[in-house]
């Protein structure tokens, strides 16, 4: 139960439009990081739109 309520301190964290941004400038959309999980890419890797809201 300790580890389930540590984890949910953090469900409302959001991150600032900065943060998301500089996280897509060091791992850009898009990017397999492993190649063997290629199968499909979700709408929001296409669609920068679908990633704020």
Do not use: C, F, H, W
């Not at 469900?11 to 900065?18: E, F, I, K, N, Y």
């Not at 850009?28 to 809201?53: E, F, I, Q």
């Amino acid at each position: 139960m300790d580890q389930l309520e540590s984890l949910l301190t953090g469900a409302g964290t959001v991150l600032t439009s900065d943060v998301l941004d500089r996280i897509d400038e060091i791992v850009p959309p898009g990017t397999d990081l492993n190649k063997a999980d290629s199968y499909y890419t979700p709408p929001a890797l296409t669609n920068a739109n679908l990633r704020r809201r």
